[in-house]
């Protein structure tokens, strides 16, 4: 027989309403070696959600196996000197297992001058 | 004949999609008993998938993300020894077989040592006739020129007779010992026979000879078991390349070990140790565009 006079049993319901992200990744995936999703899965993913706007970089690293990115970035910057840049600074957050997902804004200053 | 991959190949081969999961990949391996599957996508085959590779990766992910993407293949006509390289220079466990880009079967690697044992001799150790038929094929298909000497044991019989056949046995076993490790690189060496050698070489006539006579004087000044006294004799053919010619390669090859073969017996009726053959074959020993 049970010790206790009374009992309930409660279920507490939280419910979390967001926007969707449209990919649900947004600028730059750095894909660990053995990370649970690799970079064709995730091209996959993200070519039948933005068809053709990823790409994907292999990458000769000790952890890192591919970075996915978003296509309009190299356009503004050469894949030469964007991806040594990703990964010198994900590469100290980055390890086998993990996937990062990186914001990346760049931005142009552009300044001329003209002779008057 | 020699065979070739499509003799010993399993045609009945199970495969994986690249988008397929490498749980289901990993289920179908151990249900079939092979660690090795090639993986295919519309219709093409796009890489393999080997325990391996499994290891190395994460289970959630798709076979896409943990194949080997180079495909490492032969036609169903390759030879069992060229199967043997390609499968000494890759360090791989299965070799696909595909013919016009289509995928039509696979050899293990344990498979094609099981049917390579086959033309090994289990008494010496070393390759048995086909062997050389083969590498001589394959060299004159280069276009390089070949010379065979054909190294026969005098009195052999008569060593049997005197101190028994088991003694013979151990004989040919050093005697194989010996020839292997005077041989170059560059040769190929058989057991043709009971008590026949043959070696297979690239070499012109004049560097032939010297390699014969280096290995007459090994047999010779060689101290084999119980002090039997032991000695061959000799017979090249070949390496005097000056045409191409149209006669087919295995014939080639066939006429010169014959040939060899004719001048070893020469050389042991007249005791002359080494003997050259003589024939219209010597000055037609290559073929192709050579």
Redesign the interface.
């Known amino acids: 027989m049970s010790d206790f006079v009374e009992s309930t049993r409660k279920a507490e319901i939280t419910i979390r309403l967001s926007e969707f992200e449209v990919p649900p990744m947004q600028d730059v995936l750095i894909v660990g070696r ?8 995730a091209r ?1 993913m993200v070519d039948i959600l933005s068809p053709e706007q990823y790409e994907i970089v292999e990458i000769e690293h000790p952890v890192i196996e591919a970075i996915v990115i978003r296509k309009s970035l190299t356009n503004m910057i050469t894949k030469d000197r964007l991806i040594p840049l990703i990964l010198d600074e994900g590469g100290k957050v980055a390890n086998e ?1 993990t996937i990062i997902k990186a914001q990346l804004n760049i931005v142009l200053q552009v300044s001329k001058s003209i002779d008057l | 004949m020699i065979s070739c991959v499509s003799n010993i190949m399993i045609k009945k081969i199970n495969t994986v999609d ?2 397929d999961g490498i749980c289901k990949a990993e289920r179908i391996m151990d249900e079939n008993n092979i660690n090795c599957i090639p993986v295919m996508h519309d219709g093409k085959l796009v890489g393999v998938l080997t325990s391996r590779d499994i290891r ?3 289970p ?3 076979v ?3 194949m080997t993407k180079k495909v490492i293949s032969v036609t169903p006509e390759t030879s069992l020894w060229k199967a043997k390289q390609v499968f000494e220079e890759n360090k791989i466990e299965t070799l696909l077989v595909k013919e016009k880009d289509s995928l039509v079967g696979l050899v293990t690697k344990t498979c094609l040592y099981t049917e390579l044992g086959k033309y090994y001799d289990p008494l010496t150790g070393l390759y048995r006739s086909e062997y050389i038929y083969h590498m001589g094929m394959e060299l004159l298909e280069k276009g390089f020129e070949i010379s065979v000497i054909f190294i026969d044991l005098n009195e052999f019989g008569q060593i049997d007779k005197e101190f028994g056949h088991a003694q013979g046995d151990l004989i040919l076993k050093e005697l194989g010992m010996l020839l292997k490790s005077h041989s170059h690189g560059d040769t190929y060496l058989c057991r043709f026979g009971g008590d026949e050698f043959v070696v297979l070489t690239q070499y012109n006539l004049d560097k032939c000879m010297v390699l014969a006579e280096i290995l007459l004087k090994a047999i010779s000044t060689h101290k084999f078991k119980n002090n039997i006294n032991v000695t061959a004799s000799a017979g090249i053919a070949g390496g005097r390349r000056q045409d191409a010619r149209a006669q087919n390669p295995r014939e080639t090859v066939m006429d010169l070990i014959n040939l060899a073969s004719l001048a070893s017996t020469k050389a042991k009726k007249e005791k002359t140790k080494l003997a050259v053959a003589d024939g219209f074959f010597q000055n037609e020993i290559a073929c192709g565009s050579a």
């Open positions: 053995k990370a649970p999703i690799g970079p064709e899965a996959r297992s | 690249a988008y190395k990766t994460h959630n992910r798709i896409a993300d943990a």
